[in-house]
């Protein structure tokens, strides 16, 4: 039986005068403080974020409300069991009963059996992770992933209730920030209603009354989140290793009537930094990426691209058809890559024509006029193989080199500290989960990294 089925005669309860008006108080409590930030009403979040998130984000207060008190004690699950439940089974008096005790909670997930079971790790509570019976959630589910929702014994299985929400891992991890400060600031509270004499909670149980208290903090932080990616997206600004603002730029030079095309190579591939990696094709690299500095802004991304050598990527060079094009991901590389070519190259090329595209830019033109990417040529295997090998190369050379995501410390030396290795972790992860949310069956969805787990020493924490 579906969930949503199980919980019909307490949602029809729900409408009661004396229960209804105590629900309004409690949506105003989960969802108006979001939509007062972006003056939006309550009433139009379908229209805004989609009808089915909608729908899930009132589940999640509706079953808040299952496991909730009014300031009297008086529970809705309670009153109506009491009146109605004669007329619920077995399985569905288990159920609300099960989510009457209740508390919604942050999990990631792991070990996911399709349409059977996964794992979830309880982020806030800690302890080892639980198996989850399940069948449709699975089918949605990638390694990694974390939610907020309640997970509740009803006889001897473990489930998922009917109403979760997707966090993003920045998300959950500020989450995880605020139960800490709210952990504190309710702890004479907690205490206070112990009877005299009582021992002291123990972490696990503390942490659960807090959690009981804290509902809200889930639906809040998943609104704000959805209503901003949904309103106003925000791009962070990327910049490259040198520091300029990534903007795309090519340079094409048309060639010179009858030029000799084996000369113009010979030129180029003599120059320091230009490395040939394949018939008309030049690697333009440079020096390892220095950290970033330590009043780097925090809303400003690096991005480094690196070669199979541990070198950074500072462009490429092509020689095909009528032209010699030289790409960049800044204006301020392709005006250093002219310094470097333009002496050597002039008696071939006739004067060039530069393009430079914003990021916003390319990301308009493709999803409005381009083609996606044709495939590759290569039989399926042999695409994966090269694929896969490339990953190797890269992730490689980028155990030695400053991540940003780690604070711009390498992996390895992430690894070395208590602090580094839950960066390192948590890096490694969304790696995971990154590729495991691309296209089934994909080359990069199909690669496999375990081994840095192995390399890195964290394999451990690999569950």
Not at 58 to 76: P, Q, S, W
Not at 283 to 310: Q, S
Not at 334 to 339: F, P, S, T
Not at 359 to 379: C, Q, W
């Amino acid at each position: 039986m579906a969930k949503v089925n199980r919980l019909s005669g307490v949602r029809e309860w729900l409408e009661r005068e004396e229960w209804a008006e105590a629900f309004d108080e409690l949506v105003q409590i989960h969802l108006e403080a979001p939509c007062k930030a972006v003056d939006i009403e309550i009433e139009e979040l379908a229209d805004v974020i989609g009808g089915d998130l909608a729908s899930n984000l009132f589940g999640c207060v509706f079953e808040d409300m299952l496991a909730g008190e009014l300031e009297d004690g008086r529970n809705i699950v309670d009153d109506y069991l009491k009146r109605r439940g004669w007329k619920e089974s077995v399985p569905n008096k288990r159920y609300m009963t099960a989510l009457r005790s209740s508390v919604m909670s942050l999990y990631e997930v792991s070990d996911i059996v399709r349409d059977q079971s996964f794992l979830a790790r309880d982020l806030i509570r800690g302890g080892e992770p639980v198996k989850v019976s399940e069948k449709l959630a699975t089918r949605g589910m990638k390694p990694w992933d974390v939610f907020a929702a309640r997970i509740v014994k009803v006889g001897p299985r473990t489930e998922i209730t009917g109403a979760a929400l997707h966090m993003a891992r920045e998300v959950s991890e500020d989450l995880c920030d605020r139960f800490a400060d709210l952990r504190e600031k309710m702890r004479p509270y907690i205490q206070s209603r112990q009877e005299e004499g009582a021992p002291e909670l123990e972490p696990y149980a503390f942490d659960t009354e807090v959690l009981r208290q804290a509902a809200s903090m889930f639906t809040t932080a998943w609104l704000e989140d959805a209503l901003q990616r949904v309103l106003d997206p925000i791009l962070p600004a990327l910049v490259n290793s040198d520091g300029d603002t990534i903007e795309f730029t090519t340079v094409r030079y048309p060639l010179k009537p009858g030029v000799d095309r084996t000369a113009l190579a010979a030129e180029i591939a003599a120059l320091p930094g230009f490395h040939r990696a394949d018939d008309g094709h030049w690697d333009w690299a440079g020096p390892p990426a220095a950290p970033a500095p330590d009043d780097a802004p925090e809303d400003v991304e690096r991005v480094v691209m690196l070669l199979p050598d541990g070198s950074v990527s500072r462009g490429t060079v092509e020689l095909e058809g009528d032209s010699l094009t030289l790409e960049t991901n800044s204006p301020q590389r392709a005006e250093r890559g002219r310094a470097l070519l333009d002496p050597v190259i002039g008696p071939f090329v006739d004067e060039p024509v530069v393009e430079t595209r914003t990021v916003e830019e390319l990301m308009d033109s493709r999803s409005a006029h381009e083609e996606p990417p044709s495939p590759s040529a290569l039989p399926p295997e042999e695409e994966r193989k090269f694929v896969h090998e490339t990953l190797d190369r890269h992730y490689r050379s980028v155990l030695d080199q400053p991540v940003p995501a780690l604070g711009d410390v390498s992996p390895r030396d992430s690894a070395r500290t208590t602090e580094g290795r839950d960066r390192l972790v948590g890096w490694l992860k969304g790696l995971e989960n990154a590729n495991a949310r691309l296209e089934p069956g994909s080359a990069i969805a199909s690669y496999d990294t375990s081994w840095l787990w192995e390399e890195l020493g964290v394999s451990d924490r690999r569950r």
